[in-house]
């Protein structure tokens, strides 16, 4: 039995920073309900789809836009992941930091991107603002962590730890995971202590062009994913941590369905729900972590299913 984290990043951009009351209300309703000509395909189709499939999600939302927007739509988002039974855990960028109605902190005035670019002090107080807007939309207590686009560090950790988060889902070794100061020289593949807290790295594979690449639904078709979760399984690892997004589903503009993703995602499902014996989705909520070991080799997905990606990307495009 291999455990899977389908873990999908809930996260509201208005199209850039200015104007943002503005423009709020309509990306709002976009990220959320995802409304296009051919159906409602944004984060309340997602927890539907898996939760009609019997499957579980964890849901990485992102809690500092309540810093500007007040906490009803935080709450709105939450309640949603709730009402269909998946799991809440914090996402956050810090890009919204100086977007916030009252500072954080002291010289929070300028946008910085990435939870590293922060001190230790700043990043212990943004992942408690973090964890107490998330309570206050009835989300409950935080189990787990993922950092903005990746962008982590020690600090992040020893952050968490101070906030009594034992888990986090930073690590990536596709991106900037290697310069986050984990392991250093080595590259993670299973989950490791480090820092008071436990983290589950992003699954990363070989797609036989010598690169690495993160397990993402938007960014690996169904033959990659199986053959990865199979080959997972055959090497009895413990952990295969899967990202998406609540806007995965939709085209880069955000007003229409990409019909190539929604068949991925449903096929997705039909998967994981044909072989519930051998791949358990599962959160963070009442994980304890087993003995690690010390996965090292890299999964490898053939160039043949490389090439069979590349020409549903171009696909996709045409729609
Ligand atoms: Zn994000």
Redesign the pocket.
């Known amino acids: 039995m291999l455990d899977v984290f389908f873990t999908v990043?809930v996260?509201i951009w208005c199209g850039g920073w200015k104007n943002l009351d503005a423009r709020f209300p309509q990306a709002f309703q976009q990220y959320v309900y995802g409304r296009t000509p051919k159906g409602e395909y944004g984060l309340r189709y997602q927890l539907k789809e898996l939760r009609d499939h019997g499957l579980y999600g964890v849901f990485f939302i992102?809690s500092l836009f309540a810093t500007r927007f007040g906490i009803e739509p935080l709450a709105e988002i939450v309640g949603l992941v709730q009402e269909y039974g998946h799991e809440v855990q914090l996402?956050m960028?810090p890009e919204w930091v100086d977007e916030a109605r009252e500072p954080l902190f002291k010289n929070s005035q300028h946008k910085r991107q990435f939870m590293r670019q922060f001190s230790l002090e700043e990043q212990t107080i943004l992942i408690a603002k973090g964890m107490q807007l998330l309570e206050q939309a009835n989300g409950g207590r935080v189990h787990a962590f993922r950092a903005?686009?990746f962008g982590f560090n020690r600090d992040t950790l020893h952050a968490l730890a101070a906030n009594h988060i034992p888990f986090d889902s930073s690590y990536n070794a596709s991106m900037m995971g290697l310069e986050s100061g984990v392991l250093p020289g080595q590259v993670l593949h299973s989950p490791v202590a480090c820092d008071g807290v436990i983290e589950y790295p992003m699954t990363i594979f070989d797609d036989g062009t010598g690169s690495y690449r993160h397990a993402q639904l938007g960014a690996c078709t169904n033959l990659e994913l199986e053959g990865l979760m199979k080959q997972a399984l055959e090497q009895q690892r413990q952990a295969f941590v899967i990202l998406s997004?609540n806007f995965e589903l939709m085209n880069p503009q955000r007003d229409n369905a990409d019909l190539i993703m929604i068949k991925r995602f449903r096929r997705f499902c039909e998967f994981m729900a044909e072989h519930k014996t051998a791949f358990q989705m599962r959160g963070f909520h009442q994980l304890s972590p087993a003995t690690m070991t010390s996965d090292s080799s890299m999964l490898t997905s053939p160039l043949w299913k490389t090439m069979h990606r590349m020409a549903e990307q171009v696909l996709r495009r045409r729609y």
């Open positions: 990043d996260e992102e996402h960028h903005g686009s997004h």
